[in-house]
């Protein structure tokens, strides 16, 4: 009698429970329809994303020679632009831009080297650079084998007033260093390393 | 004890209830993530009709109109317009410009499907105030595509592969999403002969904004050529601290040539926005050109000087009618992205190896004098460029 007690209080707390959780569910269901598609996740496609340009790291070095960097003032000297390869490669182009202090140094005398031929080649004391633009008509491209270095271009360099100043490859902004090739049909460029040219101009 | 009994039964009967809507819960399924939408938006091309000859280029502008006021911040769409059409640049997100005007500020993912003609892009607005946001009817982006075979075809919007995320008004809420109800697309019709040219999509202009009316030649194109029609140019405006930009400006082939037997184009534009009547320089670029400054009329070289000496107005039978084809667009730009060096040498040195061609009325960003074929007059014409243009910068 005492079970059957128990039973009677217990059965309608238990629909009483059902119930209210029943319709907190469907109160819920209610207002997160419709959820076939979730937030966009961008992140998984960004890596999917066509890119512009492969770039091929560390292929070669560009070093600058002189035959000594303390030059008096009034006194010019060369300085020569050589590329060291690390490895084999093949360059359709090769667009090289030197920068310079234009306010310190005159430029002149820029000549290609190793039996190059630039398509176009220019000192400009307007911005400070020195290029020149080697796009290599032979099929294949031009070869740089690994450990040989070649000689790219030379150029006068004429101290105007005492100080250090440097020359360095220009790697950021519009118009940078670039070396070139294609892979099938594909146009890739190569990495590169440089070091600054120190010049200690003395009265 | 009746009572008793009759309370026993119901409370039986609602047992029976609840259990059953118990098993009928259990057995659908339950959306348990985060993500539900917070609102409902369509997704529409506009304008609904293009015409444009092989070559041009169709300015497709994507436009969001949110239910409710509901901001968007985001859009992700997934475009298809076949095989007829490509993006314009290599650098797909290029070819998607955002609608900085309404907030969208970066393109964070471009790819091109071209086995199904289907362009998917994200579009956001990055780092701007809720208030900023836009609601209602905005534009996202203009996606710029190119003509690249005659024939028509739909630009349509993937409802599935479309999705748009924006920001929620109740704070605490983790749904970002809106969900997509309505999606719209466009017809194109493309014509060998130059055809219509799309309008220009940017508000119409009004009477104070001026008129231009120019002819300008590209270089390297002779009046023989059969691949230069249709060619998408871009035109800026500067006078003062005044720009404006203008994509697909009119231009139509006449039978005049300049003094080195090429072509002249002319056209003429009501630039909307545009009311400075003095002190004008106009910038041109083709497609596959740098952008070449124009300072006064009758120019036959570089204009190495800022600011212009041009003047306008706003009547078309009056504006003058600016002759700049005697310093003709300068070709080479074939990667567009504004320079000419390296990557665009390598990029046309193997097609025109190959002699490369393409039939007449055609279009490829390689062969920069319309000739229909990739040769070494393109390599010619890229390094007369390349040594103009280093004249001018150094």
Known sequence: MKNKDIFKVLIPILAVVIIVESILVVSRLDRSKPVDVIIPEVDDELTEEIVELRQIEGKASFVFSVEDQNIEVGDKKRVTLEILP????????????????????????????????????????????????????????????????????????EPETAGVYELSMVESGDEVTKLVSSIGDEVVTYGFSSEKLIINAEN | MKNQKRVQFLFTVLLLVALAMGVILVQQTQELRKGAYFGRTAVVVKPTEFNVAVGGILPVQIWVVSEEDAKVDGVEAYVCFGDKLAPV??????????????????????????????????????????????????????????????????????????????????????????????????????????????????SPASEADMWINYRVAFAGVKADRQCATGWQTKLTALSGQTRKEYTNVPLSKTTDVNDKGEAVYEGSF???????????????????????????TGQAAFYNQAGGEISLTNVASTSPVLDFSEYPILAGDVNGDGMINGIDFTTIKPKAADFVEIASGGYLAEDLDGSCQVNNNDIILLVRSLNEKQDQVY
């Not at chain 2, 005007?101 to 003609?117: C, E, P």
């Not at chain 2, 009501?270 to 006064?296: I, M, N, R």
């Open chain 1, 86 to 157: 690390k490895e084999d490669f093949n360059l359709d182009a090769m667009d090289l831009y030197v920068s310079y202090s234009a306010d310190s140094l005159e430029v002149s005398g820029l000549l290609e080297e190793s039996g190059l031929k630039a398509t176009s080649k220019r000192v400009s004391d307007k911005t400070g650079v020195v290029l020149a633009n080697f796009w290599f008509m032979e099929e294949g491209g031009y070869k740089f084998e690994a450990g040989k270095s070649v000689k790219l271009m030379s150029f006068m360099v």
């Open chain 2, 89 to 202: 640049e290599e650098d797909l997100k290029k070819s998607v410009v955002p609608n900085q005007d309404d907030s969208f500020n970066v393109v964070t993912l471009a790819r091109y499907d071209q086995d199904v003609g289907c362009l998917k892009f994200h579009v956001g607005s990055m780092g701007t105030n809720a208030a900023d946001v836009p609601s209602g009817a905005f534009k996202v982006a203009t996606v710029n595509l190119r003509a690249v075979a005659l024939g028509t075809g739909s630009i349509s919007i993937d409802e599935i592969g479309t999705k748009v995320s924006g920001r929620n008004p109740v704070v605490s809420s983790n749904d970002t999403a809106l969900l997509v109800t309505t999606v719209e697309g466009a017809s194109y019709n493309i014509s060998a002969d130059g055809g219509e040219v799309t309008p220009q999509p940017t």
């Open chain 2, 270 to 296: 009501h630039a909307p926005g545009f009311t400075q009547a003095s002190g004008v320089a106009l910038f041109f670029k083709g497609p596959k050109h740098l952008q070449v400054k124009y300072g006064k």
